[in-house]
């Protein structure tokens, strides 16, 4: 089952690799990990996106609470939550037929075209990660360049908030 | 005060009252053996390796219950560690190692004798720092000490840039220091404790499978007083050997892969089994599938990541094992209902049966070969019991195990976890630092002994009167014993071919060396030995090369799937 983690985690040296190492070196997988510090800057949080059973799950929980940088962890599955992922692709837009045509596909999505070139759009779309991989299909024929994903981001809806 | 890193590292120990610190000098610490030179109250002791500072550190801990603590320079001081630290990590042993490392601005360059000690001692320490201020030295060497002492034991790395042992910077001893990230829980649940006590309570066929945490926690007499209260029979790990007096009636001995016919016969009949500070080690389940199919199992534990790990758990309580079965105990003796008498006779009657087997019966020979359970039985003779037995790894930890009987917890000290060879003979010189008057008794193999022979010298150097007991077979004997069980006899690199004359290497050493070739004289050369109060006494025993250990469950079958002899 796919699971959705926040980790709250003191913003040292290192500390990325502490949740690194402990996924390849107990064979966890990692489908999507993200990490930028807090408001507070002595504080990171992460997101990191996993498959396992529950079983595995609950030991990569523990493993987590047991590492000593970490402050707190959450499964974000087990409550309502917002997750967000930005994707930025650049595609090849050359001649004004298909130029409109991918305008036209970028504005149904809500994607944002943030840069443009004689041959090509760059586009930043954000969503659900099924929305992203949506319009990634939609573009069809059209030549993608290049993508970026910046992983998942998430957080649980009302009051309740993951802070110290 | 105004001190340079260097003195901040002397005086900090100094103030952590700590009595040793075993290590290895090198340019990395250059400015901090300087310091140590100009103070008394750390004693410093070399050792000729620094993976010997290392287990003679964890030695010092495993027998004291105090942190052990290392020294060692950079590159390849700290490589020389790694196996140490990755033992005391397995183990749950409270260590804290100090490594140097190049100057900061150095750090990334390849520089001469740089290693990346932090990313190589990650994924087998507690924790680890690099300081890379010296404001924050101080700090950081007591977090050290605090995180590796509490909660789930274990070492802890702190790796110090050369420049910041020159630096100053004002030194007040942090007496106290607390981590949001970091609360060791340490109490139980009291719910979970009223869920387990009845289950107890109703248990027909009882079992307390004990680990090292009794010992790590110092719960020997409230485990005692539980299993007393409730007449539940009890089977240590290896770990735990000692936690529970081994010659008590209720004693069942180890269990798991060499464990006692009773103990895993119990294990794989009870109904309630309640694991202490245990972590159901792959050496100990056997086949897991075939573990203990029959019981319910609580499991008291300070780590929450070692609860249903290998085994799923009924009712898991999380927190010191002292703590949990003193509630325990005191909710039983205000608990008015009564156990199942007949039913826990009936269950004494059938573990009396499986115990008559006498599983460990050996036959000596005819030929006045040694055998080596003969060695171990009389040494337990000879000591009374009381002496501090570490081991190496191989055949002969194993028959330490079983014939050594350890009343007491912190007696029996070996690498249970790593199953680190090269142990036995440096963790004696930190116990016998740690207890001065004890007798201290290493048991090696003729293989592993030389792991870590050079450290003959420093047992010279600080004057160790150990009685190291090596029984020598003349073969890797612990997996000769696989290859001829599994491998239909095929001994590959097993046979130790050129041995050196031990008696001789002992004496050039400094110490005395006695050859024993006759079981006539086992007796009488260990009563020689220890009758030398101030000298180190190596006993080579020749013994029978292809004697096996049993009782032994082969890997993959069920507790229950023994070999018997
Ligand atoms: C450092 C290390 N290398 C290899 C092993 C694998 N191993 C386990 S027991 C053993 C044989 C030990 O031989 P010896 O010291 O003579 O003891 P014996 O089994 O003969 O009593 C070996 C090689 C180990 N445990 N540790
Ligand atoms: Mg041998």
Known sequence: MRHII???????????????????????????????????????????????????????????????????????????????????????????????????????????????????????????????????QALGSATILETVRSGVSGISRGPKSLHL | MELTGAEIVARFLADEDVEYLFGYPGGAVLHIYDALY???????????????????ADGYARSTGR????????????TNAVTGIATAYMDSIPMVVITGQVPSPMIGNDAFQEVDTVGITRPCSKHNFLV???????????????????????????????????MKCNYVYPKQISMRSYNPVSKGHTGQMKRAATMMLKAKRPILYTGGGVVLDNASKSLIALAKQLNIPVTNTSMGLGGYPATDRQC???????????????????????????????????NIEKFAPKAKIIHIDIDPASISKNVSVDIPIVGGVNQVLTALLKLFKADEREQDGEAIGKWWEQIEKWRSKDCLKYKQTKTGAIKPQFVLDTLYKVTKGNAFVTSDVGQHQMWAAQFYKFDKPRRWINSGGLGTMGFGLPA??????????????????????????????????????????????????????WQEFFYEGRYSQVHVEAQPDFVKLAESYGHVGIQVTNS??????????????????????????????????????????????
């Open chain 2, 67 to 78: 942190p052990g603590v290392v020294l060692v320079t950079s590159g390849p001081g700290a």
């Open chain 2, 252 to 286: 069942l001995g180890m269990l798991g892969m060499h464990g006692t016919y009773e103990a895993n016969m119990a294990i794989s009949h009870c109904d309630v089994m309640i694991a202490v500070g245990a972590r159901f080690d792959d050496r100990v389940t056997g």
């Open chain 2, 428 to 481: 004696a010189m930190g116990v016998q630092l740690a207890h001065p008057k004890a007798q201290v008794a290493c048991i090696a193999g003729d293989g592993g002994v030389q792991m870590n022979i050079q450290e003959l010298s420093t047992c010279l150097q600080y004057q160790l009167p150990i009685k190291l007991i090596c029984l020598n077979n003349g073969y890797l004997g612990m997996v000769r014993q």
């Open chain 2, 520 to 565: 006539a004289d086992v007796e009488s050369a260990l009563i020689e030995a220890f009758k030398q109060k101030d000298r180190f006494v190596f006993l080579n025993f020749i013994t029978d090369p292809e004697e096996n250990v049993y009782p032994m469950v082969p890997a993959g079958a069920g507790l229950e799937e023994m070999l018997l002899l």
């Open chain 1, 6 to 136: 926040s980790i709250l985690m003191e913003n040292e040296a290192g500390a990325l690799s502490r949740v690194a190492g402990l996924f390849s070196a107990r064979g966890y997988n990692i489908e999507s990990l993200t990490v930028a510090p807090t408001e507070d800057l002595s504080l990171s949080r992460m997101t990191l996106v996993t498959r396992g059973s529950d079983q595995i799950v609950e030991q990569i929980l523990k493993q987590l609470n047991k590492l000593i940088d970490v402050v707190k962890v959450l499964d974000l599955g087990d409550t309502p939550h917002v997750e967000r992922e930005m994707l930025l692709v650049k595609i090849e837009a050359k001649g004004a037929d298909n130029r409109d045509e991918l305008k036209r596909l970028a504005d149904i999505f809500r994607a944002r075209i943030i840069d443009v070139t004689d041959t090509t759009y760059t586009c930043e779309l954000t969503g659900a990660g099924h929305k992203l991989d949506a319009f990634i």
């Open chain 2, 38 to 56: 100009q103070q008394d109250k750390v004693k410093h002791i070399l050792t000729r390796h620094e993976q010997a500072a290392t287990h003679a």
């Open chain 2, 132 to 166: 890379r201020d010296i404001a924050e030295l101080a700090e950081t060497l007591k977090k050290a000490f605090y995180i590796a002492t509490t909660g789930r034991p274990g070492p802890v790395v702190v790796d110090i840039p050369k420049d910041i042992t020159a």
